[in-house]
């Protein structure tokens, strides 16, 4: 089972931008669809995003259409998650995960999860 690590996540004021990155320990990686959450305070966790093992193709929520993309680079064993046009509403943990499946978008689906990082974002 792959372990992720997500960092990239910090203070920055609406309409900002951040880019967040996962980490995975080993080239397993590339076998797995992979995927973004957040969870604010006293809510639910949100899917984000996901992409598949290839990176070819990408499904977003409605959490991430428009403002987000998500990306993957499996020479380099890491899922990106650019964040742009920044809402103090998109203040949450996120988390990457990874699945076996294809685009999954239910947190279920994902057998991996990392630590998340702190995204906050000021207005």
């Known amino acids: 089972q792959v372990q992720l690590v997500e960092s990239g996540g910090g203070l920055v004021q609406a309409g900002g931008s951040l880019r967040l990155s996962c980490a995975a320990s080993?080239?397993?990686?590339?076998?797995?669809?992979m995927g973004w959450f957040r969870q604010a305070p006293g809510k639910e966790r949100e899917f984000v995003a996901t992409?598949?093992?290839?990176?070819?193709?990408?499904y977003y929520g409605d959490s991430g259409k428009g403002r987000f993309t998500i990306s993957r680079d499996n020479a380099k064993n890491t899922l990106y998650l650019q964040m742009n046009s920044l809402k103090p509403e998109d203040t949450a943990v996120y988390y990457c995960a990874a699945s076996p499946r294809d685009l999954p978008s239910m947190a279920y689906d994902y057998n991996s999860w990392g630590q998340g990082t702190q995204v906050t974002v000021s207005s």
């Open positions: 080993d080239s397993s990686f590339r076998f797995y669809a």
């Open positions: 992409i598949n093992w290839s990176g070819g193709t990408t």
